[in-house]
């Protein structure tokens, strides 16, 4: 029997029906959750009606509903809020489009608890294995360290070491989230969770646990980079680079610059039209200007 308390934590909006299998794969794990709370931005698509009906029929179900639309960056902020809040010990966080395998949380728990074992230091947070479909998804591939194969061997410890994740199913301990606060709201979306996870990281890094995957349900397997461009999605790279802007101004204004030059290259490789650059152009000086306050928990 276990004797700590696990809360999962999803990010919905107008994706009801993915949102019903993705709880439906969260309540058959093989280690049971004691909460799963799920936070609605402002949904128009019945998912209100849907959670309201489901949390009075399943007390583990927690309705966070929000009056409006937070973005993913927003949606974690409020809702690993709450899950630390009522006293949860770790804190299973995903969007509302990843599937997890019958024992995907487990296997997270296990190779969170063995790292801990074998380095004498707690994890910044566990990540699962992203797969789309048969293959791995490219948007959700952790950066691993230059020695991550330290603990790992196929036998037994399927761990690799990385410096962050996507929030595509992780697990942070809320020892950690008493240390760095919760994810930075005013990012919205892109970026929230790879800044989250470098701020994890910093007192020990986190561990890519390969035996413990799920499915990210997208329409096509393409990794995020500023060659993508185009006029239906620019709106979503105007966040990211806004928020990698900040996130290098932080850390110095060289760094800034080289995030700035980089990311123009990527443009110009990649042809996007001078209309689209000049937005994104706009979006980086303003992550330049950008400030931002990290909400921490007590």
Same mark, same amino acid.
């Given at each position: 029997?276990?004797?700590?308390?696990?809360?999962?934590?999803?990010?919905?909006?107008?994706?009801?029906?993915?949102?019903?299998?993705?709880?439906?794969?969260?309540?058959?794990?093989?280690?049971?959750?004691?909460?799963?709370?799920? /936070?609605?931005?402002?949904?128009?698509?019945?998912?209100?009606?849907?959670?309201?009906?489901? *949390? #009075?029929?399943?007390?583990?179900?927690?309705?966070?509903?929000?009056?409006?639309?937070?973005?993913?960056?927003?949606?974690?902020?409020?809702?690993?809020?709450?899950?630390? !809040?009522?006293?949860?010990?770790?804190?299973?966080?995903?969007?509302?489009?990843?599937?997890?395998?019958?024992?995907?949380? !487990?296997?997270?728990?296990?190779?969170?608890?063995?790292?801990?074992?074998? *380095?004498?230091?707690?994890?910044?947070?566990? @990540?699962?294995?992203?797969?789309?479909?048969?293959?791995?998804? !490219?948007?959700? /591939? +952790?950066?691993?360290?230059?020695?991550? +194969?330290? &603990?790992?061997?196929?036998?037994?410890? +399927?761990?690799?070491?990385?410096?962050? @994740?996507?929030?595509?199913?992780?697990? =942070?301990?809320?020892?950690?989230? #008493?240390?760095?606060?919760?994810?930075?709201?005013?990012?919205?979306?892109?970026?929230?969770?790879?800044?989250?996870?470098?701020?994890?990281?910093? *007192?020990?890094?986190? /561990?890519?646990?390969?035996? #413990?995957?799920?499915?990210?349900?997208?329409?096509?397997?393409?990794?995020?980079? &500023?060659?993508?461009?185009?006029?239906?999605? =620019?709106?979503?790279?105007?966040?990211? #680079?806004?928020?990698? $802007?900040?996130?290098?101004?932080?850390?110095?204004?060289?760094?800034?610059?080289? &995030?700035?030059?980089?990311?123009?290259?990527?443009?110009?490789?990649?042809?996007?039209?001078?209309?689209?650059? $000049?937005?994104?152009?706009?979006?980086?000086?303003?992550?330049?200007?950008?400030?931002?306050?990290?909400?921490?928990?007590?």
């Amino acid at each position: 029997m276990k004797n700590f308390r696990i809360a999962a934590v999803v990010v919905t909006f107008n994706r009801i029906d993915k949102l019903k299998i993705v709880l439906e794969k969260i309540l058959a794990q093989t280690l049971p959750v004691e909460t799963i709370v799920v /936070v609605d931005n402002a949904s128009t698509d019945g998912t209100d009606q849907y959670l309201t009906e489901l *949390s #009075s029929q399943n007390e583990k179900v927690k309705h966070l509903r929000l009056e409006k639309n937070l973005g993913g960056a927003g949606g974690f902020n409020k809702g690993m809020k709450l899950a630390y !809040e009522i006293g949860s010990d770790y804190i299973w966080i995903m969007d509302d489009d990843c599937y997890a395998y019958d024992d995907a949380l !487990e296997r997270l728990v296990d190779g969170w608890t063995h790292l801990y074992k074998l *380095s004498g230091h707690m994890p910044g947070f566990a @990540c699962s294995l992203v797969k789309w479909h048969d293959t791995i998804c !490219e948007m959700n /591939v +952790p950066e691993t360290v230059w020695d991550w +194969p330290r &603990f790992f061997s196929h036998e037994n410890q +399927p761990y690799a070491l990385v410096k962050h @994740c996507s929030f595509v199913s992780v697990l =942070v301990h809320r020892k950690r989230v #008493s240390e760095v606060g919760l994810p930075i709201a005013d990012f919205f979306i892109w970026f929230d969770d790879v800044e989250y996870t470098k701020r994890l990281a910093k *007192s020990y890094l986190g /561990v890519y646990v390969l035996d #413990s995957m799920v499915h990210h349900d997208l329409a096509e397997n393409k990794g995020v980079n &500023f060659g993508l461009i185009n006029k239906s999605n =620019v709106w979503k790279y105007k966040y990211g #680079s806004r928020n990698q $802007a900040y996130y290098h101004k932080t850390h110095g204004f060289f760094n800034w610059l080289e &995030f700035l030059y980089n990311t123009h290259r990527a443009m110009k490789r990649a042809k996007v039209p001078k209309s689209l650059k $000049a937005q994104i152009y706009k979006s980086i000086f303003e992550g330049l200007r950008m400030k931002v306050e990290i909400e921490h928990v007590s």
